[in-house]
């Protein structure tokens, strides 16, 4: 991850990330949804980021894709109640989860990252916290919910 204010960051890095992770879920959703709607419907679920609803200032094409993410989302999720396609859509808004691209972002960050405050006051949730989310959001037990942000950031935003 290219850390940098908006200031620092060039168009190419800003257009890299846009186009790795707004279009690429552009792109799964505008696939999926003939090959869902074919088989009855199912669920939709994206890969949000806190850093999508709120300022994080050394990333600023990340927090413009991810929120994209949350836009395109709700777009989706509407479209298909329109359609009546049985299609659910929905973002995952994950705080730090321990992965390896938030570690190496953790080691890349400059010392004095206002991130690392929050990251000793909320920690960082585990791979599992968010495939539970995931096992949920596919799940019949969510057949209602559509067009949610679901938060999994331990109070981070609240």
């Known amino acids: 991850m290219n850390f940098g204010s ?6 190419e890095s800003f257009r890299f990330v846009n186009s790795a992770m707004s279009e690429g879920t552009f792109l799964g959703c505008h696939t999926a949804i003939p090959l869902m709607k074919a088989g009855g ?18 990333i600023p094409g990340y927090c413009a894709a ?17 359609q009546g396609n049985g299609i659910r859509c929905n973002t995952i808004v994950a705080g ?7 570690m190496r972002a953790l080691s890349e960050m400059p010392e004095d990252s206002p991130s690392f405050e929050e990251l000793e006051v909320h920690g960082q949730g585990q791979p599992s916290d968010v495939a ?9 037990e969510a057949r209602h919910v559509n067009g949610a942000s679901l938060v999994i950031d331990n109070g981070e935003t609240a």
């Open 41 to 58: 419907g199912g669920s939709i679920i994206n890969m949000g980021s806190i850093a999508g609803i709120k300022g994080v200032s050394q």
């Open 132 to 140: 539970n989310m995931v096992l949920y959001l596919a799940s019949d």
């Open 6 to 11: 908006i200031e620092e960051c060039t168009l």
């Open 96 to 102: 730090s989860i321990r992965t390896p691209m938030t």
């Open 66 to 82: 991810k929120g994209a993410i949350h836009a395109l989302t709700r777009c989706v999720a509407v479209y298909c109640r329109e």
